[in-house]
């Protein structure tokens, strides 16, 4: 077993808050274990072009509060091809690094089984995603402070909603996950939620809706997932809403990339710096091509293959328990 001794980070994909915080707890885990750390810029494709900067204790301070990555990301074309990776494992031989920690969602982690199929390069992952949608993890980095920003977003419109007896859709991130808009819409006493894991259809949400008003509430908040498909889309959701629905007048609100942003959340800090020291202590025991995760609260590994083949299921209950406080 090769021990490492210089140890490259790097953030790929959307950013996500507590990404800083992962990456200051494993440059700190290597000034520990009397390690090398480099932290390569712009992701996947700062390892084609050579983007790297030393990193020691000193260089991540004042960082586990701040949002977004220091490091940058970008998305990479260059990477998809064998001669980008090519180029990618020359640079990271050149500067005699013998392992990496990439911090992002699927598509960097399917990256990185690649280049570890091609190279034999050992690389361990850290789940960094708002949504939720990695397989053999409890919580991604990211999740629990967008979820705050959601529902204290949702709290305002609230706000506005009663002052004008108005319907208003909220549509949150979630292409391929509800996770976002199940325990916003909850925690936020949404009479709603529309998710992609269950096709609710147009005609059980006027029923729905239809109850709602005839129970006595004047104004209602309906939380949408960005791919959820009861519509081509909420602006299209909102005028069937109102053609079929009269007495209701129908506001939307897309709260979009405001979900990333932000200081990290206590939960996503703590959680990115106990994944960020697990990292280097898998490598450190010899593990390459898996993903470090948290389930039940424990610190813990699952192969690279495991977390890309699908997103954590639906929770049945937290459904039942929406629709019975939404009444």
């Given at each position: 077993m090769?021990i490492?001794?210089k140890?490259g ?5 959307g ?41 020691d ?12 990555t220091?490091l940058k ?5 260059d990477?998809r091809?064998?001669?980008g990776?090519?180029?990618?494992f ?23 089984s690649?280049f ?13 995603t708002?949504d939720n ?9 990211g ?5 705050n920003?959601?529902?204290e ?11 004008h ?22 925690g ?6 529309l ?14 809706l ?14 949408v ?6 519509g081509?889309?909420i ?11 009269k ?9 979009g990339?405001?979900?990333?942003g ?6 996503d ?10 990292a ?13 995760g948290?389930?039940?609260n424990?610190?813990t ?21 929406a ?5």
């Amino acid at each position: 077993m090769n021990i490492p001794k210089k140890i490259g980070v790097l953030t790929s994909g959307g950013d996500a808050p507590g990404m800083n915080a992962a990456i200051r707890a494993v440059v700190r885990s290597c000034a520990y274990h009397n390690l090398e750390c480099v932290g390569v810029y712009r992701g996947l494709q700062g390892l084609i072009e050579g983007d790297f900067k030393e990193l020691d204790a000193r260089s991540v301070k004042n960082i586990i509060n701040r949002g977004g990555t220091f490091l940058k990301s970008a998305r990479s074309e260059d990477f998809r091809t064998e001669a980008g990776r090519k180029k990618a494992f020359s640079n990271l031989q050149n500067e005699n690094i013998d392992a990496l920690v990439v911090i992002g969602g699927d598509g960097t982690f399917a990256g990185a089984s690649v280049f570890i199929k091609e190279f034999n390069f050992p690389i361990v992952g850290l789940p960094g995603t708002i949504d939720n949608d990695i397989n053999g993890t409890d919580y991604t980095i990211g999740y629990d402070t967008a979820l705050n920003t959601v529902v204290e977003a949702i709290d305002k419109i609230r706000d506005t909603a009663n002052s004008h007896n108005r319907l208003f859709l909220v549509e949150v991130m979630g292409r391929d996950a509800g996770d976002i808009a199940l325990n916003a819409g909850i925690g936020a006493g949404a009479e709603e939620i529309l998710i992609p894991e269950q096709n609710m259809g147009r005609e059980r949400l006027l029923e729905s809706l239809g109850r709602s008003k005839k129970s006595g509430k004047t104004s209602s908040i309906v939380v949408v997932s960005e791919g959820d498909q009861i519509g081509k889309n909420i602006f299209g959701l909102a005028r069937y809403i109102e053609e079929n629905l009269k007495e209701y007048e129908v506001r939307v609100t897309v709260l979009g990339h405001i979900q990333r942003g932000g200081s990290p959340s206590c939960y996503d800090r703590v959680l990115a710096s106990r994944l960020g020291v697990g990292a280097v202590d898998a490598l450190l025991k010899g593990e390459k091509n898996v993903m470090i995760g948290i389930v039940h609260n424990k610190v813990t590994s699952v192969p690279f293959s495991e977390a890309i083949k699908g997103s954590n299921e639906i929770d049945e209950d937290l459904i039942r328990v929406a629709d019975i406080i939404s009444i």
